[in-house]
């Protein structure tokens, strides 16, 4: 067993970690001025479009995307350290690369289920950079946990498909960019297979009866960096038949080809947004002090460093497992490994964030330090992409399989 990076690999991590240094955690803090200063706080301040023309001239560039056509066609174990880095700054560096979500998950049902003139229109601009796009699924209404309780309609309509629905947590749509929504809904409301009623259709952000609502806050953040998370009203809006993508019914099997690459890549995220946290856990306790010596020789900040660093390192094994089970047997063979993953690390990632918090004092939860911004991140990702519950449920009945 190897546990050594490749040669490619090893070289796209060193141009990554110069390029945090030397360009992305010196534009955190410009990002927040500019913001403030803009029209709209969802515009995008200028240092992003500079560190995105950056990046594109390092090659550092879609890096998502195992299909050599269109992306880097790296695999997801060469990928995976190259997140984890990128997720120590995860309101900047995913958006300079081109590897944020929810447009790497939009861009791979594109790539993977698009037909050529879908392709050409969206899939085209949005690795380019030019565009931002969002996916909704997930519903105020019932309970989106389960997918299957969606009541969007999409109903054809001779030529055209005619949505009606309303969505929330819609992340991306505020930002002026996203010009196009992958919406999923139901084709087939009564059909007898509850797994093939749903249907996915490209839906043009400036169609008529397509209304931004409001944005989502999350934990009192607007998320702004991520182009926020928006409430969407579908009242009649229609759209060419063209405009579906893959077939009607084919909207579950789309959304869980679409969810098992992004879980892992919220997970590798996660573990770089720990070993940030642990970077400023170490220092802060080197250069504070209290009750007569530094916090680095308190023994309660030793064991909470100590515990950090060896649970980010068996989360780090989980999820390279995890990455290379996904190139070798696929994603339904790393089905098991892909939800342990998400259980495991948002879950432990948030631990670790809380305990950076509490070491940094009042600090920890102000604007001075992005730790408070990490935990809401986090805590958010315990709910995204399924609940850990679903999860839970789900691998437990995997695993009682075996004994029935």
Same mark, same amino acid.
């Given at each position: 067993?190897?546990?050594?990076?490749?040669?490619?690999?090893?070289?796209?991590?060193?141009?990554?970690?110069?390029?945090?240094?030397?360009?992305?955690?010196?534009?955190?803090?410009?990002?927040?001025?500019?913001?403030?200063?803009?029209?709209?706080?969802?515009?995008?301040?200028?240092?992003?479009?500079?560190?995105?023309?950056?990046?594109?001239?390092?090659?550092?560039?879609?890096?998502?995307?195992?299909?050599?056509?269109?992306?880097?066609?790296?695999?997801?174990?060469?990928?995976?350290?190259?997140?984890?880095?990128?997720?120590?700054?995860?309101?900047?560096?995913?958006?300079?690369?081109?590897?944020?979500?929810?447009?790497?998950?939009?861009?791979?049902?594109?790539?993977?289920?698009?037909?050529?003139?879908?392709?050409?229109?969206?899939?085209?601009?949005?690795?380019?950079?030019?565009?931002?796009?969002?996916?909704?699924?997930?519903?105020?209404?019932?309970?989106?946990?389960?997918?299957?309780?969606?009541?969007?309609?999409?109903?054809?309509?001779?030529?055209?498909?005619?949505?009606?629905?309303?969505?929330?947590?819609?992340?991306?749509?505020?930002?002026?960019?996203?010009?196009?929504?992958?919406?999923?809904?139901?084709?087939?409301?009564?059909?007898?297979?509850?797994?093939?009623?749903?249907?996915?259709?490209?839906?043009?952000?400036?169609?008529?009866?397509?209304?931004?609502?409001?944005?989502?806050?999350?934990?009192?953040?607007?998320?702004?960096?991520?182009? &926020?998370?928006?409430?969407?009203? $579908?009242?009649? #809006?229609?759209?060419? @038949? %063209?405009?579906?993508?893959?077939?009607?019914?084919? !909207?579950?099997?789309?959304?869980?080809?679409?969810?098992?690459?992004?879980?892992?890549?919220?997970?590798?995220?996660?573990?770089?947004?720990?070993?940030?946290?642990?970077?400023?856990?170490?220092?802060?306790?080197?250069?504070?002090?209290?009750?007569?010596?530094?916090?680095?020789?308190?023994?309660?900040?030793?064991?909470?460093?100590?515990?950090?660093?060896?649970?980010?390192?068996?989360?780090?094994?989980?999820?390279?497992?995890?990455?290379?089970?996904?190139?070798?047997?696929?994603?339904?063979?790393?089905?098991?490994?892909?939800?342990?993953?998400?259980?495991?690390?948002?879950?432990?990632?948030?631990?670790?964030?809380?305990?950076?918090?509490?070491?940094?004092?009042? &600090?920890?939860?102000?604007?001075? $330090?992005?730790? #408070?911004?990490?935990? @809401? %991140?986090?805590?958010?990702?315990?709910?995204?992409? !399924?609940?850990?519950?679903?999860?839970?449920?789900?691998?437990?009945?995997?695993?009682?399989?075996?004994?029935?």
């Amino acid at each position: 067993m190897d546990f050594a990076f490749d040669a490619r690999t090893e070289e796209l991590r060193a141009r990554l970690l110069a390029f945090m240094d030397e360009h992305v955690y010196p534009a955190e803090a410009v990002a927040e001025e500019q913001r403030a200063a803009l029209a709209s706080p969802w515009d995008t301040p200028a240092v992003i479009e500079e560190l995105k023309a950056e990046a594109r001239r390092q090659g550092l560039w879609n890096l998502f995307l195992p299909d050599a056509e269109y992306g880097a066609g790296l695999t997801n174990l060469q990928y995976a350290p190259l997140a984890e880095i990128t997720g120590r700054s995860p309101h900047l560096a995913p958006t300079a690369t081109n590897c944020a979500a929810p447009d790497t998950g939009n861009m791979e049902v594109l790539a993977q289920f698009g037909d050529e003139r879908q392709r050409k229109q969206w899939l085209e601009p949005l690795l380019a950079g030019e565009i931002r796009s969002a996916f909704a699924m997930t519903e105020p209404e019932v309970a989106s946990s389960d997918a299957t309780n969606i009541t969007t309609h999409i109903e054809r309509d001779g030529d055209e498909y005619v949505v009606t629905g309303r969505k929330w947590y819609i992340s991306g749509a505020m930002n002026p960019d996203c010009r196009i929504f992958i919406v999923m809904g139901k084709t087939d409301p009564d059909g007898p297979d509850i797994r093939r009623q749903q249907s996915m259709v490209l839906v043009p952000r400036d169609t008529p009866g397509v209304t931004v609502t409001r944005a989502m806050q999350v934990f009192g953040y607007e998320d702004h960096s991520h182009g &926020g998370h928006a409430e969407v009203v $579908f009242d009649h #809006a229609r759209v060419p @038949a %063209s405009n579906l993508i893959g077939e009607e019914g084919g !909207g579950f099997a789309i959304a869980q080809a679409r969810l098992g690459p992004g879980r892992i890549h919220h997970c590798m995220r996660l573990i770089g947004m720990a070993e940030r946290a642990i970077d400023l856990m170490c220092r802060r306790a080197v250069s504070r002090t209290a009750f007569g010596k530094a916090l680095a020789q308190q023994g309660v900040v030793q064991n909470w460093i100590a515990d950090a660093r060896v649970t980010v390192e068996q989360l780090r094994l989980l999820v390279l497992k995890t990455a290379w089970l996904m190139d070798t047997v696929g994603n339904r063979g790393a089905h098991t490994e892909i939800q342990a993953i998400k259980i495991a690390t948002p879950r432990a990632v948030v631990g670790i964030l809380d305990r950076a918090i509490q070491l940094h004092g009042a &600090g920890g939860v102000s604007q001075d $330090f992005p730790l #408070a911004e990490l935990y @809401a %991140s986090a805590r958010t990702l315990m709910l995204a992409d !399924g609940p850990d519950e679903v999860h839970q449920r789900s691998l437990a009945r995997r695993e009682l399989k075996k004994y029935l």
